[in-house]
């Protein structure tokens, strides 16, 4: 059960983006897998994909085929990821491109694929291609909450974002979808996120606000510590909007909208967390350096004893402090660190805080939203992650994966 994830919000459509799915049975029957994100000619587009050198094919053909043109249309398969299949797995993620490109009359490398799902296995190609019609024969501007649905594997709820924004006397929509719910340590974005707008940037400008907002999103989340190697993040503007410039008003009013629907996206996947009961946000303040905060944050967050302790709801402060300890912190002076669950002090320099109580301590761990605040007592600088406790449900779901 999601932690406290509300129902999919209203998606606004963006002019210029039109979405179809299918159900092509490519792992499973009786579900939507198969999902057509088509772009009017003219949309720019900008990407981060994983940092995984076990990269899948479709990461491969999609940045080869965006160093060579602007994309008119996405296509993503769920249940397979056609990751591990070496130069037959580049060979389907091509000729998926190829038979996409035929029937919407646009060149090959004009199409990007993605896949999320088992790895080391090919998906079945002829059952892929043959569902490429229905996909087609379903693209509407409003085929995002189906799309939503689409695109998940072992998510339990779809998870979309969207908001509005005025620049000058026109209205600019973002709206975006994304899934995820285990292997999530992005290394650049998440599993699978695909953003969309309607306002008119040039691609560099729109790379730039999208590394912008995955910096402070989709990287900073982690559930298990796994980054997967289908990783990747979409922004699409079909440019049918008002125009955006450098420095100005609107690109700062964009880039707000855009961190917002980033954020949501990925506290969504957090929530959705594969067994999560419980919604952790870890705050590291008093840094020398933001690289310093994230290794505490993260230290802190991979720790399978510190995740099973908060699933036990087990105020167990001694697991926090040598998750600390541990933290590749040159500088980190023990006796200067306070910790606090919520609003309770449980450490303060570096030794059991004098008003802490036991009562006090399980009273924050049994909700099911818990900030860790961490103090260094080193400088200015600080961060903020997000992440899910360890349970028995976790365990199940990925030992049965593949049955």
Known sequence: MAVNLPALPALHPIPGIRLGTAMARIRKVNRRDLVLIECIAGTQAAAVFTRNRFCAAPVLVAREHLAHAMPRALLINTGFANAGTGEPGLAD????????????????????????????????????????????????????????????????????????????????????????????????????????????????????????????????ITIDGDTSTNDACMLLASGTGA???????????????????????????????????????VEVVGGASEADCLEVAYSIAHSPLVKTAFFASDPNWGRLLAAIGRAPVEQLDVNAVSIHLNDVRVVQRGALAPDYTEARGAAVMKESEIRIRVELGLGNASTRIWTTDLSHEYVRINAEYRS
């Not at 100005?248 to 999560?276: H, K, M, P, W």
């Open 93 to 220: 993620a091509r000729a998926c491109c190829d038979a996409l490109a035929h029937r919407l009359g646009c060149a090959p490398t004009e199409v990007l694929p993605f896949s999320t799902g088992v790895i080391g296995e090919r998906f079945p190609l002829d059952r892929l291609i043959a569902s490429l019609p229905a996909c087609v024969a379903t693209l509407s501007e409003s085929g995002w909450e189906d799309a939503a649905t689409g695109i998940m594997t072992t998510d339990t709820m779809p998870k979309g974002s969207s908001r509005r924004l005025t620049i000058g006397k026109e209205t600019l929509t973002v709206t975006g979808i994304t899934k995820g719910a285990g292997m999530i340590r992005p290394d650049m974005a998440t599993m699978l996120a695909f953003i969309a707008t309607d306002a008119r940037l040039a691609a560099p400008l729109l790379q730039d606000a999208l590394t912008a907002a995955v910096n402070m999103s989709f990287n900073r």
């Open 243 to 281: 125009a955006i410039e450098p420095g100005s008003d609107g690109y700062t009013a964009f880039q707000q909208a855009l961190n917002e629907v980033c954020l949501e996206l990925a506290q969504a996947i957090v929530r959705d967390g594969e067994g999560a009961t419980k919604f952790i946000t």
